[in-house]
Nanobody
Framework: QVQLVESGGGLVQAGGSLRLSCAAS????????MGWFRQAPGKEREFVAA????????YYADSVKGRFTISRDNAKNMVHLQMSSLKSEDTAVYYC???????????????WGQGTQVTVSS
């Protein structure tokens, strides 16, 4: 019973930064872990980052570790993905997801947003 809407995507130069946001509505947002996945054209959906329900634990794909930061604001029912040092390989549609922490890391959650396009130009 969670609805998710991503925003903040756009065009950015390589080496630049961008912050994505995911607004959640519905019941018990604070009880869910949250995560971000991405999908580039012709590619399978790829795990990016996850954060526990309290925000105390985070986990990142090796490809983004040190460059991306996931955070959440339970008071505002929002999750963010701060992306820095962006590369052309980061170009993709980014999706947020919600569910149990283990399921978020695996992408086996039931709740997904519609996605927001991130394009990194060289």
């Amino acid at each position: 019973q969670v609805q998710l809407v991503e925003s903040g995507g756009g065009l950015v130069q390589a080496g630049g930064s961008l912050r994505l946001s995911c607004a959640a509505s519905g019941r018990t947002f604070s009880s869910y872990a949250m995560g971000w996945f991405r999908q580039a054209p012709g590619k399978e959906r790829e795990f990016v980052a996850a954060i526990s329900s309290s925000g105390s634990s985070t986990y990142y794909a090796d490809s983004v570790k040190g460059r991306f930061t996931i955070s959440r604001d339970n008071a505002k029912n929002m999750v963010h993905l701060q992306m820095s040092s962006l590369k052309s390989e980061d170009t993709a549609v980014y999706y947020c997801t919600a569910g149990p922490y283990a399921h978020v890391r695996l992408g086996t959650t039931d709740y997904w947003g519609q996605g927001t396009q991130v394009t990194v130009s060289s």
